[in-house]
């Protein structure tokens, strides 16, 4: 009787979790909360804490982590192939435009990595970490909490090109945006609620410096940004210089996850080109923001879903790929 209790638990674990597992392009094996239960019972908690102590020390370090999850899963699928630094035929994906000079949080990582090897040696992916590190930096800046789905495997190899052309751009158009997302099997709806994550975290002047002064090529600022904001802006974002300059995407809490973004959006005050044509360039989109900033607890829903949904694209399961030793290298 126990046995075949225990035998449909099992099945209805892998039920509840088979369309997570099987979305985006992913075939065969299945990710699932409890994959580390035995083989490393204490991953979760060795994640939660080397994070914790990260953000304690640089609050932007959790806008960073989860930064790192996006732009990994967008290439290749959830894979750390951005990870891996450049070495013998691969050329590092931190060296694309979406990632040089701003992707970073590589050391909480491979601090993370360390401690796990120490605990259960090559057993917990790096694909894995950045998934968990990417629940934990929401959750510890006030943000939803998530089962995530475990199993992923990491590659061998990385796609500079993919990450130029796969990983959504400040300054593309919202069309552009939303069909980089469906080549991922994410909608409108995930778009939405994850763009929701610059709730928290920085930009430079350089992303978003033509919205200041030359929208169109016609020598005009972007006039869908309110202009007391933007004359704050461009105090520190002049015409030229101060490319890096860091500007907070959500001004009103920065450090804090919640609704204020989509409440700045219809202020006018969202800062990147891709932020606010979610309020002026489609019907769709602009209900769900007004819908995201009157109501938190929807946001938080629909964030959670559409992480776990993102977090399942393409995964390496099973005998593909492997689980590195160091997350910058492959194994030899």
């Known amino acids: 009787m126990a046995q075949s209790i225990n035998i449909l638990l099992v099945l209805t674990t892998l039920l509840v979790f088979a369309p997570f597992t099987i979305g985006g392009k992913s075939t065969g094996g299945y990710l699932y909360p409890q994959f580390y239960d035995h083989s490393c019972p204490k991953a979760q908690q060795i994640v939660k804490s080397i994070l914790a102590k990260a953000v304690a020390k640089e609050a932007r370090m959790a806008a960073s982590l989860l930064r790192l999850h996006f732009h990994d899963c967008f290439v290749k699928g959830c894979d750390a192939s951005l990870l891996l630094d450049s070495s013998g035929s691969i050329i590092s994906e ?10 970073r949080g590589f050391e909480v990582i491979d601090d993370i990595k ?14 894995d970490i950045l998934a968990l590190a990417a629940r934990d930096s929401t959750v510890l800046t006030g943000g939803p909490s998530w089962e995530v789905p475990l199993g992923r495997k990491d590659s061998r190899g ?13 300054n593309n158009t919202f069309q552009t945006i939303l069909t980089k997302f ?12 994850l763009s ?12 978003f410096r033509q919205r200041l002064y030359n929208q169109s090529g016609n020598g005009q600022p972007d ?11 461009r105090t520190r974002c002049p015409r030229s210089g101060g490319d890096q300059n860091l500007f907070f995407l959500d001004f009103v809490s920065p450090t804090k996850f919640d609704n204020s973004y989509f409440k700045n959006l219809l202020a006018s005050k969202g800062l ?21 900033a009157e109501n938190n607890k929807l946001f938080f829903e629909q964030f959670a879903k559409s992480m776990i949904k993102m977090g399942n694209i393409s995964p390496l399961t099973g005998p593909r790929g492997e689980v590195r030793k160091n997350c910058r290298r492959i194994n030899t």
């Open 182 to 193: 469906k080549l991922k099997g994410l909608n409108v709806v995930d778009l939405v609620a």
């Open 94 to 103: 931190k060296r694309s435009n979406p990632n040089r000079n701003s992707a």
């Open 223 to 233: 006039y869908t940004l309110d202009q007391s904001y933007a004359a704050q802006l």
């Open 158 to 170: 990385a796609s500079l090109s993919g990450s130029n052309n796969n990983i959504p751009a400040p």
């Open 272 to 292: 990147l080109n891709s932020d606010q044509v979610l309020l002026t360039k489609s019907e769709a989109s602009m209900d769900l923001v007004k819908k995201y």
């Open 114 to 127: 360390g401690a796990l090897e120490k605990e259960c040696p090559q057993i917990v992916s790096c694909a």
């Open 196 to 207: 929701g994550s610059h709730t928290i975290g920085n930009a430079r002047c350089t992303s």
